[in-house]
């Protein structure tokens, strides 16, 4: 599933950010995916999911408390509409203004050629005298009827089998999106959808579908999350599965789906982001009896203190628990012995390619010597840093703005990341107060989970912006400073 417009409570992958803080305003999550019909060509699917309790009410014909929201797509290339849908999304009725407004949901199908478009997209609720959120997003179709294909890959919060049609069905099974991609703790069960196509131009009748979920960082399988399912070759195969994902740790994941022919080459592959909260898992105590590190890389690293910096240099790609016993195990003060160290290490690094964690840890360790190199202060150490810790978390930006000098501005960094799992286009801005230390504090992105400051250019002209006014999100005037057209257009 291509993710994710929020317009609640964060900037969760890209746009409608200033209506995250009001709380009069229409909070409201859209995602999308891409389908291919043989007979018709290519079509997108919308999916959006209204927060009932941010609407307006107002009585109906029939004297029901009813919501009404507009909601528009449109499909440019070079600002020429090429495709648009408007339409009137109604909420469940109420026989009372006081009752409890549920969520609802909608779906919709928009047949759409090949090709890259930037869709626009406008919510407005006809109750309210807000204006309506209008937010942009890339998107990219490209369905070649002579190759075998996979769609997108849906997040699936329900589905069951129904012969009769609906706005949810798809090949005889209604559907239910699951709009978000994250998954907390109460949640047990992942389940995805996806179609293979043309698989019939294949010289088999049979084909092997592999999925599994992979580490976001490494990419690789999770050999305890992965699944196998035999297709008949034809023009459309469904695939809907499942996974348990109770003992999942808090993480960022993606979902993986692979066609594999019967001479196991690669045919075609899905993939989607996801994030999961799983505190029952993260504090769970670590088991390291039975891990071995004899004949091990792990066993050259004889000195305790080389082996807790190792350790700390790990955390910007740890997950929850793992960082938990580095904070604790790791910390320059602790007495952790040389095999609990050791072990660890070892185990870290099983955990994310099991067939060769030396060549793992071995990559990993170049780029923390590359931090190290661009990032180090006086007390810190590269990967210790906000910027050290960023880039070893995502990889290199690919676009850094470095501004060591600006008339009304401390020094400050802009750097753009194209994609961060399923979101496009993740900021981050640095800045240094001390023009001495190297040290760049992380003071604003649009990346989910980082720390989102809509005050972040106040703040960086603060040495000349008065700060009083809370309200205030952008300086007054702003002669001097490139900021803001750097963050919006890095270069």
Same mark, same amino acid.
């Given at each position: ?25 229409? =909070? ?14 290519? $079509? ?37 509409? +090429?495709?648009?849908? +408007? ?29 890259? $478009? ?18 942009? =997003? ?40 699951? &709009? ?6 109460? /949640? ?13 131009? !294949? ?9 599994? !979920?992979?580490?976001? =960082? ?10 196998? #399912? ?5 023009? /459309? ?16 994941? $993606?979902? /993986? ?8 080459? !690669? ?8 994030? *999961? ?13 039975? &891990? ?30 793992? @960082? ?27 955990? *994310? ?47 850094? /703005? ?26 981050? #801005? ?32 603060? @040495? ?21 057209? $750097? ?5």
């Amino acid at each position: 599933m291509v993710r994710l417009v929020s317009i609640s409570f964060l900037f969760l992958w890209f746009f409608f950010v200033d209506s995250a803080l009001a709380q009069d305003k229409i =909070q409201a999550y859209f995602s999308y995916c891409t389908f291919y019909n043989p007979e018709k060509g290519p $079509y997108i699917e919308t999916y959006l999911s209204v927060n009932g309790s941010s609407a307006v009410y107002k009585k109906n014909e029939k004297g029901m408390y009813q919501s009404k929201i507009e909601v528009t797509y449109l499909f440019k290339q070079a600002e020429e509409i +090429k495709q648009f849908d +408007k339409y009137t999304l109604l909420s469940p009725e109420n026989a009372d203004s006081s009752s409890p407004k549920t969520n609802f949901l909608d779906q919709q199908r928009i047949a759409i050629p090949n090709g890259k $478009y930037i869709l626009e997209i406008k919510i407005r609720d006809e109750y309210s005298e807000n204006a309506a959120f209008t937010g942009t =997003q890339e998107i990219s179709i490209n369905y070649d009827s002579t190759k075998m294909a996979m769609s997108s890959i849906q997040l699936v919060s329900d589905y069951k089998p129904n012969s009769s049609g609906g706005i949810f069905n798809k090949s005889g099974i209604d559907v239910i999106p699951n &709009v978000v991609d994250y998954y907390p703790d109460e /949640v047990s069960k992942l389940k995805f959808y996806t179609e293979i196509y043309n698989s019939h131009k !294949l010289q088999s009748e049979k084909y092997l579908v592999k999925y599994y !979920l992979s580490d976001f =960082q490494t990419k690789l399988p999770i050999p305890e999350f992965t699944g196998f #399912v035999r297709q008949t070759a034809a023009p /459309v195969n469904v695939v809907l599965r499942e996974f348990n994902i109770a003992k999942l740790g808090t993480g960022n994941y $993606y979902i /993986v789906v692979e066609a594999r022919n019967k001479e196991n080459v !690669l045919m075609t592959y899905q993939s989607t982001f996801f994030q *999961r909260t799983n505190l029952a898992v993260d504090t769970l105590p670590l088991d390291l009896s039975k &891990v071995d590190v004899s004949h091990t890389f792990a066993e050259a690293y004889k000195s305790r203190d080389t082996l807790k910096e190792i350790l700390r240099s790990m955390r910007p790609i740890a997950h929850e628990n793992e @960082r938990t016993f580095i904070d604790n195990s790791a910390s320059r003060k602790s007495d952790s012995e040389l095999e609990t160290l050791q072990k660890y290490f070892y185990s870290f690094w099983v955990n *994310r390619n099991t067939l060769d964690p030396e060549q793992e840890w071995r990559k990993y360790e170049l780029e923390v010597k590359k931090v190290n190199d661009a990032f180090s202060t006086s007390i810190k150490r590269g990967y210790e840093t906000d910027r050290g810790r960023v880039y070893l978390q995502y990889g290199p930006p690919n676009t850094r /703005v470095e501004i060591p000098s600006e008339p009304v501005s401390y020094p400050y960094e802009i750097w753009q990341y194209l994609k961060v799992g399923r979101q496009n286009n993740g900021r981050f #801005v640095f800045y240094s107060e001390d023009l001495v230390t190297n040290d760049f504090v992380l003071l604003h992105s649009t990346v989910f989970g980082e720390p989102n400051n809509e005050r972040w250019d106040m703040q960086l002209q603060r @040495r000349t912006t008065p700060q009083y006014n809370l309200d205030q999100t952008q300086p007054a005037g702003s002669v001097g400073s490139r900021a803001r057209m $750097y963050f919006n257009d890095p270069r």
